[in-house]
Nanobody, 126 residues
């Protein structure tokens, strides 16, 4: 059974940090790109960051320099370290796995992802 388990969300003040983790199982981790998406109330889901199996990483412009994605292939885990959080980062964060992103398709398109985990809520207070 494929599972993607996101954890680490919570309530933090603006300027603070959180570390999200995505634990994957049930598929060949090395064959997939792992992406983080978020969805705020009333807004569309948007790509936040992605890591491919060749070590390539991607970030949306608004989080560059503040968020860092990393992968531990031995543990089938991807981490999103979020620093200098802003109220506009408030959202439910999801991790997802994609084979087509590995093949070169855009990482930020949600429909490229085959598997999705349940989200974890991040709330940043001002």
């Amino acid at each position: 059974e494929v599972q993607l388990q996101a954890s680490g969300g919570g309530l933090v003040q603006a300027g603070g940090s959180l570390r999200l983790s995505c634990a994957a199982s049930g598929f060949t981790f090395d064959d997939y790109a792992i992406g983080w998406f978020r969805q705020a109330p009333g807004k569309e889901r948007e790509g936040v960051s992605c890591t491919k199996n060749d070590g390539t990483t991607y970030y949306r412009d608004s989080v560059k320099g503040r968020f860092t994605i990393s992968s531990d292939n031995a543990k089938n885990t991807v981490t999103l370290q979020m620093t200098y959080l802003k109220p506009e980062d408030t959202a439910v964060y999801y991790c997802a796995a994609s084979q087509t992103v590995v093949e070169g398709f855009p990482w930020y398109r949600a429909y490229e992802y085959d598997y999705w985990g349940r989200g974890t809520l991040v709330t940043v207070s001002s």
